[in-house]
């Protein structure tokens, strides 16, 4: 991805300066909440608690990237 893209992206949703690493923390917890609470009330749901956490995980990955992108 090119900065410019990204950019556009960014532009796209809003996000201005810094705000796009609010809104990969953001994701990022709504993804581990969403994953606890369904291990407190439905503890059978062992693959999509997973694949939740997985997701998480990931989506923190998004930061680097996206820096990278953006000091290039």
Known sequence: MTK???KKIMED???FGNDWMDA???V???LE???RDLEKN???ALNTIRRLRDAAREVGYLEEYV???LNS
Do not use: R
Request: hydrophobic letters at 45%; zero cysteines.
């Open 13 to 15: 949703n809003y996000i």
């Open 4 to 6: 410019a893209e990204l």
């Open 42 to 44: 439905e503890p059978y």
């Open 33 to 35: 909440f969403y994953a």
């Open 67 to 69: 820096e990278d992108i």
């Open 28 to 30: 990022q917890d709504v």
């Open 24 to 26: 990969i923390q953001f």
